[in-house]
């Protein structure tokens, strides 16, 4: 599985963003989908995961009711739907795929597969 993560870039504080997360490769099935992001100077965490089915999803306290996961299987596409960003929501943003799991995961340790990254940069 090839995972390619697009639509960063900068915005203003309060702005909106949208990330997509392509999928590709001949093993590809819908699997479970997050996105991590990784700050400077910080851990990489979690930010929001959807279920294979698209019937769960989950969020980090720090973007519940801003960011919103979503998925289109017949593009192959994972959305983040980022909204009223703010300065600390500046990082490079991963996507992945967790072959093993139907369910949402939260733990990085859960997904075998990465994408690049995209980097989205608040300024206020």
């Known amino acids: 599985v090839q995972l390619q993560a697009s639509g960063g870039g900068l915005v203003q504080t309060g702005g909106s963003l949208r990330l997509s997360c392509a999928a590709s490769g001949s093993t590809f099935r819908p699997f479970t989908t997050a996105w991590f992001r990784q700050a400077p100077g910080k851990e990489r965490e979690f930010v929001s995961t959807?279920?294979?089915?698209?019937?769960?999803?989950d969020y980090a306290d720090s973007v519940k009711g801003r960011f919103t996961i979503s998925r289109d299987d017949d593009k192959r596409l994972v959305y983040l739907q980022m909204t009223s960003l703010k300065s600390e929501d500046t990082a490079v943003y991963y996507c992945?795929?967790?072959?093993?799991?139907?369910?949402?995961?939260?733990?990085?340790?859960?997904?075998?597969?990465w994408g690049q990254g995209t980097q989205v940069t608040v300024s206020s």
């Open positions: 992945a795929v967790a072959p093993r799991y139907r369910s949402t995961a939260v733990a990085s340790k859960s997904y075998d597969f």
């Open positions: 959807i279920s294979s089915k698209g019937d769960s999803t």
